[in-house]
């Protein structure tokens, strides 16, 4: 693995453990972005926990190459949920920060 694809890999595990976590435990902070563009508090904590266990999957990544591809893959899809969310409640401006990490899911696959 490219020492770039090892520092997109350890800034996204760290983004999504602590983005994870936060949902996944119900602090108001962590569901204060989800409960803008209207899902519901259960189903925020639900992905948060998927989230931080996607995470986990790409520390494992950083070393065996080839496990990292899966948790891209579903860090991929629920970006791209995120991104469809936000403009379906009209909030297209708040949607940055999933399409920047959903670009950088992006550059890992095709560095990895």
């Keep these: 693995m490219t020492t770039s694809a090892t520092i997109i890999l350890a800034f996204l595990a760290v983004v999504f453990v602590i983005s994870g976590l936060s949902k996944a435990s119900g602090n108001d902070k962590g569901l204060s972005g989800t409960r803008d563009v209207n899902v519901k508090d259960g189903i925020a904590r639900v992905i948060g926990f998927f989230e931080a266990l996607l995470a986990l999957g790409l520390i494992l990544g950083l070393?065996?190459?080839?496990?990292?591809?899966?948790?891209?893959?579903?860090?991929?899809?629920?970006?791209?949920?995120a991104i469809f969310v936000h403009f379906k409640?009209?909030?297209?401006?708040?949607?940055?920060?999933?399409?920047?990490?959903?670009?950088?899911?992006?550059i890992a696959l095709v560095l990895i």
Excluded: E, Q, R
């Excluded at 070393?63 to 949920?81: E, H």
């Excluded at 409640?89 to 992006?106: G, H, V, W």
């Design 63 to 81: 070393k065996w190459n080839w496990m990292a591809y899966f948790p891209l893959v579903g860090l991929w899809f629920f970006m791209a949920g």
């Design 89 to 106: 409640a009209n909030k297209a401006k708040t949607a940055f920060p999933a399409f920047f990490l959903l670009t950088l899911i992006s």
